[in-house]
């Protein structure tokens, strides 16, 4: 099993380069087929991911790259995302908040409604 002391630096910057967005497209695209290959990155990339406590506050472009890297990872297919995709999430994002707040609405009616 990986361990923190023999994490590769090379390994470690090459994925938070990634995770921050700062590789161009064809560095993104070798680096999530090496994630499929290289079994050192990919052990590197989970401990990663099991170090970094703050994930929760990340940006939406930051947790969707980490998401991609996660599937290739696991299911070895490494599907870069098209520009349409961001227009598809966030309508999906979108729709799904104003239906919570709909709901949201509609719970704090009803208890209104049955406490008086």
Known sequence: MKTLENLSFHNISLIEDYFDGKLSQHETEKFLRRLISDAELREDFDLVIELSPQMVTWSLDKKRRVRLAFSTRHYGAAALPSKGNLAKDLVAYGTATVAAAGLLVFI?????????
């Open 108 to 116: 704090s009616g009803l208890f209104v409604f049955l406490a008086s």
